[in-house]
């Protein structure tokens, strides 16, 4: 901005018109900080942030506007997010309640479920054997509804048992990469077993699509001759030959 010559009131106008600016770009900044996403860059772009992380900072754009009298409707909100990040997604989810608001979740998440003021159970199984209101209240309610499949879960009836045998690695029959420095991964080596069902788990922000779908990925398909992106750094891979 040009000032005029003999002019000093530039320097106050300019405080008053950036003030509100500055006063919402500080308030969305100190909630990504509160939901545990300090290390993130203002450069960082949106497509190479995981799945956790984008629904917090869109729910940060939601709580920082500061509206109230809005019915936010979310579909699976705990997508992608660590068991660890769950409380601090429900305390977005609530403080946007309490500034006046409706919030309506679509979840199977236990602890969304219990944490909510009202449950809706539809079923009471799936395609044409749903689509019916199985049972609708407080969660300690829903639990007592003895029609309602949810609530048995909820309450201990039924619960998700654990394989009683699981398979092993097989000796030389791995993918291996190594020294991987993707976004924030610390030269990070890590061994794939064959023929086995591989989970990557960590807190939102920790590396897992930065090493799974940025770099493990991208580098098997330049391997086998795909046409893909480019992967993100690491100095070698071994075992591609032994997939297809």
Not at 14 to 34: D, S, W, Y
Not at 68 to 81: A, F, H, K, R
Not at 148 to 171: A, D, F, I, M
Not at 192 to 204: T, Y
């Amino acid at each position: 901005m040009v000032q005029p010559a003999g002019s000093n009131c530039w320097p106050s106008l300019q405080k008053a018109v950036a003030a509100p600016i500055t006063r919402e770009v500080i308030r969305r900044l100190e909630f990504l900080i509160r939901v545990g996403l300090p290390y993130l860059t203002l450069d960082r772009q949106a497509d190479t942030l995981s799945g956790g992380e984008l629904q917090r900072v869109r729910l940060a754009t939601s709580i920082g506007s500061g509206l109230v009298g809005v019915c936010y409707v979310l579909d699976e909100p705990s997508i992608g997010l660590h068991p660890a990040d769950h409380d601090r997604l429900l305390g977005c989810l609530r403080e946007l309640q309490t500034q006046g608001n409706t919030v309506v979740v679509v979840e199977h998440d236990e602890a969304t479920m219990r944490a909510a003021d009202f449950l809706v159970d539809i079923g009471p199984q799936a395609g044409k054997k749903g689509g019916n209101i199985i049972s609708q209240g407080s969660p300690a309610e829903v639990m007592k509804d003895r029609n309602s499949l949810t609530g048995k879960y909820l309450n201990g009836t039924l619960r998700v048992t654990q394989p009683e045998v699981r398979r092993t690695p097989k000796r030389g029959q791995q993918i291996v990469i190594k020294n991987v420095t993707t976004h924030n991964l610390k030269a990070v080596t890590a061994a794939f077993p064959l023929g086995l069902l591989i989970g990557s788990s960590g807190v939102s922000g920790s590396g897992k699509s930065s090493l799974v779908n940025d770099t493990l990925f991208p580098a098997l398909s330049g391997k086998l001759g795909l046409v893909g992106n480019r992967p993100g750094p690491f100095r070698g891979l071994t075992g591609a030959g032994l997939i297809d």
